[in-house]
C-alpha cells in the first residue's frame, strides 16, 4: 500500500445513506475528512484507495457483514493498522465479542453526536 493515512480522516461503510451523511456532519464540524462507502465491497476498496485513520462500520449489511470486512481488512497487507469502530444496532452478545477480539470498539446505534465524537476521539487515541 502506496497511500499515506491521514490521522483525521474516517471512512463510513454503512448502506444506510441518512446514517453516513449524520456521521459526515458530526465528524466534520469536527475537523475530520469524512469518506463514506454505501456497501463492504466499495468499502474495502475504499479503505485500499485512500487508507482512513478510523473505519467506522456498520455490522449488518446487504452481502458481508462488519465482521466479514474487519477479516478482508486485515488479510491484506498494511489494511489492519486503520482503527475500526462497529457502529451497529444488532444486539447479540456473541456478534459484539467476535468484533472485540477483531480488535475493533463497539458502538450501539442510535448514537448522539457527542458519543460519536468521543468514540472516535478514544479509538484514535488508543
Known amino acids: 500500500m502506496t497511500n ?13 445513506p441518512f446514517l453516513r451523511a449524520f456521521v459526515a456532519a458530526v465528524l466534520g464540524n469536527e475537523g475530520y475528512t ?27 449489511m446487504p452481502g458481508n457483514d462488519g465482521l466479514e470486512v474487519i477479516s478482508a481488512l486485515k488479510a491484506i497487507h498494511g489494511a489492519d493498522d486503520a482503527a475500526v469502530i462497529v457502529f451497529s444496532a444488532w444486539q447479540s452478545e456473541d456478534v459484539k465479542l467476535k468484533v472485540l477480539k477483531l480488535g ?18 478514544r479509538r484514535l487515541a488508543a
Open 34 to 60: 469524512v469518506h463514506q462507502a454505501p456497501n463492504a465491497v466499495d468499502g474495502v476498496a475504499a479503505a485500499l484507495t485512500a487508507p482512513p485513520a478510523l473505519i467506522l462500520l456498520d455490522y449488518a
Open 104 to 121: 475493533a470498539t463497539w458502538l450501539d446505534k442510535p448514537a448522539t453526536a457527542e458519543q460519536l465524537v468521543s468514540a472516535v476521539r
Open 4 to 16: 499515506a493515512r491521514s490521522p483525521r480522516t474516517v471512512l463510513v461503510i454503512d448502506d444506510d
